[in-house]
């Protein structure tokens, strides 16, 4: 099924997620216009990795709809497939081969050989600033190379839309910054779409350019950084728009899984 | 098909290559097949007390410890395909638009491949322990032939247990709750004619069974195959594909 509106990049139509008694996603419909750079906000357990799991076709909805890049994620999701990359939160670059061969094994897998594969490995090695360790093995690098290199890996066959799974978690702020040069890079010379969860206010700011905040499942405020900052006062920052839309004791919300997986990657991001 | 070989064939490259810079598991797996033959068999060699015709006892039980060998290594393949889910590298490779079976049996092909090495470990044992082993061509080949597909078997049923399982410790006790069965209800160290009738109809739907047979007939001077080799690698290819289909079906779960 061809997308009937070609200036929208991903469209979710009361998409809803229960694992048995629990509704991990509640009804939610957005959409998200091509060429956006669009945050997914909410405290641990409020169904952003949920809604991307889905959206990226590792999960099917319990109902509801979903289209990325025209297609429909449960009846074409080779073809989503074919259109996205995704980083996820974990950190999946193979410690145990190196920065090529992470990058050729995604290549190979989406379809790319001989002298194009070749390239665009070449390319994504500069791109992640590897040139010079791409025969190391990634388990000796830096969690900001690491996640670079991923970046790279997910933008191998040039998708349309990539979307990242709190892609700077663990981060130190040069590392950070240099993530977010990346993806900026991806969008102006690409014309890429990119969805991307964050708990990092700052991130969200410099990042998106329309933030949608997420509390227990349910779609709790979407709009632009400046309107929704406008809208809770005029002195309020992101943190103060993130508080009011989430109904705030973020201390007090996450679950045991969630919790386990981001110490975990900060961990092993050292 | 050339699409679906390729990105098979892109898995077992990178599972290759990290097995290549981590040899010590192959030797660490020695150890055991070592035990098996230089101590249990050199006993029982003497002891006489299971009925294997001509055959040196030795002789006899050295293909099932190669068997066994590729059994406990394959079965516990399950364990990288939990760590890689627990590292995101099971949702980055599921997130491609490779054909979920052509991701399965690429990595049981590299079981397949890390088995031969097994077999080649194996061997220099048997060879040190004065197993009559045949050296004829067409033999070895089906010994080889049997070493791969019985790995790619108890590699793929691993990777469906860790599928359901999905965390170490669980699939820690499933693992050892399943080789020894599967090894004792088996024609590994003792003939089918000395089982007792449940056991024996028990041994006939264990694939370990067949592999046995199999190696039995090509490995070792004198040696017969019970089956015959048509019977033993049809069945042992069947269950393969089996479980292949199965795998296929729950490799994405573990991306939930």
Known sequence: MAATNNSIAIATVDLSKRFNHVTALDRLTLSVARGQIFGLLGPNGAGKSTTIKILTTLLEASSGRATVAGFDVAAEPIEVRRRIGYVPQLLSADGALTATENLTLSARLYGLHGARLKTRVHEALAFAGLDTVAHKLVRTFSGGMIRRLEVAQATLHTPEILFLDEPTIGLDPVARRTVWERLQQLRHSQGMTILITTHDMEEADVLCDELAILHQGRLAVIGQPDALKAQVGPQADLADVFAHFSGAVIEQEGYYRGIRQSRGTIQRLG | ?256
């Open chain 2, 1 to 256: 098909m050339l699409a679906w070989l390729y990105e098979s064939a892109a898995v077992t490259d990178a599972e290759v290559r990290k097995l290549r810079r981590d040899p010590t598991e192959l030797l660490s797996r020695a150890v055991q097949p070592v035990l098996w033959l230089a101590v249990f068999g050199q006993v029982f060699s003497h002891v006489r007390g299971i009925p294997t015709g001509s055959l040196r006892y030795l002789d006899y039980m050295a293909p099932g410890i190669l068997a066994q060998s590729i059994l406990f290594s394959a079965i516990f393949y399950g364990i990288a395909i939990i760590w890689e889910r627990d590292l995101g590298i099971v949702h980055k490779l599921l997130v491609t638009p490779a054909r979920r079976s052509a991701l399965v049996f690429g990595k049981a092909v590299a079981a397949g491949l890390r088995g031969l090495v097994q077999a080649a470990v194996v061997y220099l044992v048997a060879i040190a322990l004065h197993v009559a082993i045949r050296w004829e061509p067409l033999p070895m080949v089906t010994v080889a032939a049997a070493v791969f597909v019985g790995s790619c078997i108890f590699s793929t049923f691993s990777l469906v247990i860790a599928c359901i399982v999905k965390t170490r410790e669980r699939f820690m006790g499933i693992g050892q709750l399943l080789t020894m069965p599967l090894f004792f209800a088996s024609n590994a160290i003792y003939p089918l004619d000395i089982m007792p009738d449940w056991l024996r109809a028990i041994a006939a739907f264990n694939p370990l069974t067949y592999l046995v047979d199999a190696l039995r007939g090509a490995m070792i001077v004198g040696g017969h195959s019970v089956y015959g080799d048509a019977t033993s690698f049809g069945i042992m290819l069947l269950v393969f594909l089996l479980l292949l289909a199965l795998a296929a079906k729950l490799y994405p779960g573990l991306a939930r």
